[in-house]
């Protein structure tokens, strides 16, 4: 008998499927003109200060990046008012979420994160073959007690995404700090916080300002969403200098193109780019919200750039229907009564509520 090809964990691994793109639905059922509200994409674009930047180091395709992304890495650390050291920087904060594992946990390990919850926690556990304890929530939140409470002596991640994707909802400060010093100090947090210039909750934590309450805590961070950049990947993680340290070693070199480290650094300084953004992401969520609940449909109160709307029947057809009218959304095989919704421009949002309203009469 020949050895195993893979892990089991890696058999059984489902790979990531994203918000199917608009080329697809063109070639697959003929529609043109298609607009994708699946992929939590910032609506309004880059920054133009970024889309500069960028143009400006296209000629120099043929050189590798600067591996140690300086430039990128100080204008974060001058934006949290932290050391250089503290910080990595990643292609997309999914590599550095799938780092943190291939990082700290090993096999004879364990990691404990939300179900739902961004389902990259999960590919990084199976990846890596270190068993997980996935936390159901409660009423769609991350339940904070239920999962110190799976923490185990061999545990050694713990993810929470706040706010949580694909359910929008978030934790507040208090049963964070809690978490935070509750938690055995062998166990390395991560709040993962990739749509948090998104959340105007008054008790919403920002995680970087509790890094004190233990030594063992990554914040992750990415520009994909509100600063409009996914098509670059980058993201960044803040932690303790020996934690980036120890991720540096196992991490690829020149993870973040030229292009992206340039891209990245304008877009950090255009706030005016990002203030339009979160108004805009504020006003039309509420507007979601307000008229998907007219249409009798449930929606998950949001701090994040996308809602969660539960259609109370199968939300499979109702997702087909809305593909063949032009309009892509994202619908979970573990929330079989739900789609999530982007935030999109006005026009958008517009003919989301009027495709939905006619596919459900
Ligand atoms: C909660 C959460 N974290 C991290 C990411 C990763 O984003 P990126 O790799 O583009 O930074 C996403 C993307 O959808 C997300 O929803």
Redesign the pocket.
Known sequence: MTSPLVLPSVETLVPYEGGKPIEELARELGVTSAIKLA??ENPLGPSPKALEAARARIGELHLYPDGAAYRLREAIAAQHGIDMGEVIQ????????DLVVRTFARPEHHVVFAEP??V?YRIAALSGGVPFTAVPTRDLTHDLEAMAAAVRPNTRVLFV?N????TGTHVGRSAVERLLREVPPEVVIVM????IEYADAPDFPDSMQLRGLRERLLV??????IYGL?GL???YAVGPARLVDYMNRVRAPFNVSIVAQAAAVAALSDQEHLEKSRSHNLRERERLTRELTRLGVSVAPSQ?NFVLADVKRPARPIYDALLRKGVIVRPFGNLPTSLRITVGTSAENSRFLESLAEVLS
């Open positions: 992929s939590n990643g292609n997309g904060s999914n590599e550095l979420l919850a961004f990259v995404a706010p949580n994707n694909p993962d916080e990739a749509y992750t961070r990415t520009f994909s969403k996914a990947r980058v993201g994040a």
